[in-house]
């Protein structure tokens, strides 16, 4: 057992340091929705610019005062960012590198089917609800007063 715990934090811990690189660090983590949330709270400087590797160099992402900001949109693979202050230019150190693996389509579809499932459950017992308290106001709206 303690093994296992031992075994656990291990691997959470290596996990940890891979997402974050310096002051730049995945702040929500949506990778298997296709998003995520970048921040960096403790950065030096005022103005910041968030640079994403390509095929073709670095490309801008975001430029300005904001100390986070979030991803959207992407699809399944290795991404690698780094984050540029006027104050401290990035080192090699300075990248982040984070992959993107959505859930497969099967378990993305028994969500949706298990959410099918319940909203129709819960509509049923909504109108099987409604019809009772019709009746029973009827039937109470029906008695005389003695």
Do not use: C
């Not at 959470?12 to 660090?25: C, K, W």
């Not at 401290?88 to 089917?113: C, I, K, N, W, Y």
Request: charged share 15%.
């Amino acid at each position: 057992m303690i093994l296992r715990v031992i075994t656990i934090a291990v691997v959470y811990l290596a996990s940890v340091s891979t997402l974050s690189a310096g002051s730049l660090h995945i702040a929500d983590d949506g990778l298997t929705a296709g998003y995520v949330t970048l921040a960096w709270p403790e950065a030096k400087g005022s103005s910041f610019q968030l640079e994403l590797k390509s095929e073709h160099g670095w490309r801008t992402l975001y430029q300005g005062g904001d100390r986070a900001t979030t991803l959207t949109g992407l699809s399944d693979g290795s991404y690698q960012v780094r984050l540029l202050s006027a104050n401290s230019p990035a080192v090699a150190e300075d990248v982040l590198t984070f992959e993107v693996r959505h859930h497969p389509l099967g378990q993305a579809m028994a969500f949706f089917g298990a959410g099918a499932v319940i909203f129709i459950i819960l509509l049923v017992l909504l109108l099987r609800g409604s019809r009772n308290t019709d009746h029973i106001s009827s039937v109470t709206s029906g008695r005389s007063h003695i």
